[in-house]
């Protein structure tokens, strides 16, 4: 919900900033008044992530055969306004190998591919560009999806806390990102209960990559 929401906010932030041409001041108007709606909206969907998750959440999956390729696809597209806004360009690479198709909750691994990519952009610097792979790890028969991006990084003195339960790091704050500092670890427990994993490397103003580690069988 709050990830189709802020497409529709940041598409109203454009008609509002005149992106798509002059709009007389009765549009504005109109246009404003459903631009502050949306973003009441996006708070109260994450106050009620937050109320959700307060405690240990469990997921019940219902796992399908899913090609990953095309929700990975699927997913960047739906973020199309805010990269257009802050003129950011995401570019999913093409595997050099065939990747298969693998067993999951495709709408569990959709909420774990948009909370990555959305830190991604909302911690990038304008005309950033955010590179999205994806290949075969033969040696333990996974696939491993790599989210890199050259924006403000994290300190040194954060990345144990990166995946803890509503932290949020200090410099993440000075951008003035509203969050509830629950997706990581909503997004690690999606993926521990598929049998996979996620982890990173960063450096401070050098720029963050996250790798998701899933199982093909």
Not at 32 to 60: C, F, G, Q, Y
Not at 95 to 112: G, L, N, S
């Amino acid at each position: 919900l709050r990830t189709s929401l802020s497409a529709v906010k940041w598409i109203l932030k454009m008609f509002a900033d005149k992106d798509f041409g002059d709009i007389n001041d009765e549009q504005k108007e109109y246009i404003n008044k459903a631009l502050t709606s949306s973003e009441r909206m996006i708070t109260v969907v994450s106050n009620l992530l937050a109320l959700n998750h307060a405690d240990e959440p469990v997921v019940i999956l219902e796992p399908e055969e899913v090609d990953i390729e095309m929700l990975i696809e699927d997913t960047v597209v739906e973020f199309y306004g805010e990269t257009h806004k802050k003129n950011i360009v995401i570019k999913f690479q093409e595997p050099t190998c065939d990747i298969p198709a693998i067993q999951c909750d495709k709408d569990m691994i959709r909420v774990v591919l948009e909370s990555i990519i959305e830190n991604a952009i909302k911690y990038s610097n304008p005309k950033d560009k955010i590179l999205i792979t994806l290949r075969i790890n033969t040696e333990d028969n996974t696939i491993v999806i790599c989210v890199h991006d050259n924006g403000i990084g994290i300190k040194e003195e954060d990345k144990k806390h990166i995946f803890s339960k509503f932290f949020r790091a200090e410099n993440a704050k000075k951008e003035g990102v509203t969050g509830s500092g629950l997706g990581l670890f909503i997004t690690q427990n999606i993926l521990q209960q598929h049998g996979g994993s996620i982890s990173f490397e960063s450096t401070e103003n050098s720029g963050t990559t996250f790798f998701v580690t899933l199982p093909i069988s």
